[in-house]
């Protein structure tokens, strides 16, 4: 029983993930046959998952498919985007709780990360480190850096959350970013969060997301 529990959370949670990445509201998911094939599992395993995403509002059936609800990420967004739109007051707010959120998160991460995790976010430390990078490399290679931190944290709301608030305020870096500012504070602070997630140590992996996103901050507020 206990197997069976755990088989049906692990692909509750690599399909939300699935839906997180790569869905967006109201597309449809594969059939639960392509589900079993494209996660080998079971199709009981399949449909409890699927019933357990319903239940928590993500997905919803409607003619004869299973959909990503149109309200799910939407709902996040929304309110997000407005803050933007009223003044930098407004973007300090949004800019706090990414801190608060993403150190903990980075604390998460160092506890549960998996090789494959690790792996990942060495390869976008790695690539943010070229020494011909573009400022839109670089800005998107950070959009990716902190969803993997997100994703290895194993919580899928905070996955969520975290995509929505870096997706406002990614319409506000490039005014303030510049490559120097990244080679000489973001790049460093990057290499020691994977550092510290790939030795498990939650801690220091909580003060340099932290310390990080403080020095990210303090561009946009100058």
Not at 141 to 166: E, P, R
Request: proline share 3%; with cysteine.
């Amino acid at each position: 029983m206990t197997s069976k529990i755990k088989v049906s959370d692990k692909l509750k949670e690599e399909m939300r993930k699935m839906i997180l990445e790569k869905m967006r509201p109201g597309d449809k998911l594969p059939t639960e046959s392509e589900l079993c094939t494209l996660f080998d599992a079971s199709r009981t395993s399949v449909r409890e998952a699927l019933q357990a995403l319903r239940s928590s509002g993500i997905l919803e059936k409607r003619g004869g498919g299973t959909y990503v609800t149109d309200t799910f990420d939407e709902g996040l967004i929304s309110p997000l985007v407005a803050m933007l739109q009223l003044n930098l007051a407004e973007v300090d707010d949004l800019l706090e709780i990414r801190r608060i959120l993403e150190s903990e998160t980075a604390g998460l991460a160092a506890q549960r990360a998996t090789e494959k995790d690790i792996r990942e976010l060495e390869n976008i430390v790695w690539l943010v480190q070229k020494p011909d990078i573009t400022l839109e490399e670089f800005i998107d290679l950070d959009v990716k850096f902190h969803m993997a931190v997100a994703n290895a944290s194993g919580n899928a709301g905070l996955q969520i959350l975290i995509k929505n608030i870096t997706s406002a305020l990614e319409k506000v870096y490039p005014r303030f970013c510049t490559l120097e500012i990244a080679e000489n504070s973001a790049i460093p602070l990057q290499r020691e969060i994977v550092h510290a997630i790939s030795h498990h140590d939650s801690e220091t992996a909580k003060q340099k997301m932290a310390q990080h996103l403080l020095e990210s901050a303090a561009t946009i507020k100058k």
